[in-house]
């Protein structure tokens, strides 16, 4: 039981101990302001009315920057393409010394499929060594550098040209270079 002596003891103890701990969040409250007062305002928090959103507007350009960016590079604008198809035999000097004879022989695409029907390694021998539409980057470095190149012409046997894979005759049938 509290005796009526003690309640004035429990009273101002209350009273002291609550006026102590707003003291202490006021004086940490007024701590955290001058802080936030102190930073650039473009490293503070946006306030819009009595709302403040967790992100400052150093993140925001931050983040529509990157979007920009990203978007650029993921939709990017034209870029080069080709279609071309290829006759490869193996890594052999006997392989280049066909390939040559062959190329002497071919004057049209018609015959370059047929000889990529008869002599291709390539699975893509099946379909007259056609690789479909590409762009830089997708093939080996080599047969970029021929395929990609202005002095290559379209409608003509290019090559042999030796990339990892064995030695290869290439057919460009369609080019759009870019810029």
């Known amino acids: 039981m ?7 003891k429990y009273l101002l103890f209350g ?4 006026s102590t701990i707003s003291v202490a969040s006021s004086s940490s409250f007024d701590t955290l302001a001058a802080r936030e007062e102190a930073k650039p305002f473009y490293l503070r928090d946006i306030q819009i009315g009595d709302t403040t959103l967790p992100f400052s507007p150093a993140s925001v350009v931050i983040v529509i920057l990157s979007v920009i960016m990203l978007l650029r590079n993921l939709l990017g604008g034209p870029k080069s393409s080709a279609v071309a198809s290829h006759i490869l035999l193996d890594d052999t000097e006997e392989a280049k010394a066909k390939l040559t004879a062959l190329k002497k022989e071919i004057n049209d695409f ?9 002599y291709s390694k390539c699975p893509s021998g099946k379909t007259g060594g056609s690789l479909g539409s590409f762009s830089p980057g ?12 202005r002095e290559s012409k379209v409608g003509q046997v290019i090559g042999p040209i030796r990339t990892n894979f064995g030695y290869h005759l290439i057919w460009i049938e369609e080019r759009n270079l870019v810029e």
């Open 2 to 8: 509290i005796l009526p002596n003690n309640i004035f």
């Open 15 to 18: 009273t002291l101990l609550a």
């Open 110 to 118: 018609t015959k370059f499929k047929g000889a990529a029907q008869r």
């Open 138 to 149: 997708m093939m080996v470095p080599a047969f970029d550098k021929v395929i990609f190149d």
